[in-house]
């Protein structure tokens, strides 16, 4: 693997890492997920956030390895200190979803990796940020919209049903029952169920 990367490194004039990744991604196109893994993790282990990134998917999804969550999240965290965004997203639900709440430090800084990926257009991050800060002991209302907003701006169908809810019962922003109706006939019509259903009521 190491000799064909070093064939593509010298056809494309690009980093070994690279090359390595690139290989990885065909492999696994090609149903050959034992290769990919291992490409990925020559790769991560040079350092490249995005193979690191990939080896982290690898562990989740248990393509090419064993499944093992506690691997993703240390190469999630690799690739999340190197300001990979999705990794950034993938690591922060790691931190909220397998550790105990009361671990505060954690807690934060899944937050503020949650806000990172989400400032970089990670759709899946504004949208797990609006619910989270909606949903918390003391919500903060205005910032879980403002993250709902760029959630259905980018197209996702549940964030754009959330800020009907908000128009609707006045969550963050002055309620507005039209303005709650627009939004669900967007959802609605992106296919939400519930969307429907509140419109029906």
């Known amino acids: 693997l190491e000799e064909a990367a070093f064939q593509l490194q010298q056809i494309f004039r690009i980093d070994i890492s690279i090359a390595l990744n690139i290989l990885g991604i065909e492999s696994m196109r090609a149903g050959h997920a034992r290769i990919a893994y291992t490409c990925f993790k020559l790769a991560a282990d040079r350092g490249y956030s995005k193979a690191q990134f990939n080896v982290g998917l690898c562990y989740e999804h248990g393509r090419g390895t064993e499944r093992d ?56 991050a504004q949208a797990y940020l609006g619910v989270f800060y909606m949903k918390e002991l003391q919500p903060k209302e205005k910032r879980g919209l403002k993250y709902l907003l760029l959630a259905a701006k980018n197209g996702d169908a549940q964030s754009r049903y959330h800020v009907g809810v908000c128009y609707e019962k006045g969550l963050g922003v002055q309620q507005n029952l039209a303005e709650a109706r627009r939004h669900y006939q967007q959802s609605a019509a992106a296919g939400n169920r519930s969307a429907r259903e509140r419109l029906r009521l």
């Open 69 to 124: 969550l506690e691997k993703a999240a240390f190469y999630y965290y690799q690739a999340a200190s190197k300001c990979h965004p999705m990794a950034q997203y993938r690591y922060a639900r790691y931190l909220l979803c397998h550790r105990p709440q009361k671990e505060w430090d954690r807690h934060q800084k899944a937050v503020v990796f949650l806000e990172q990926a989400a400032m970089a257009g990670i759709t899946e």
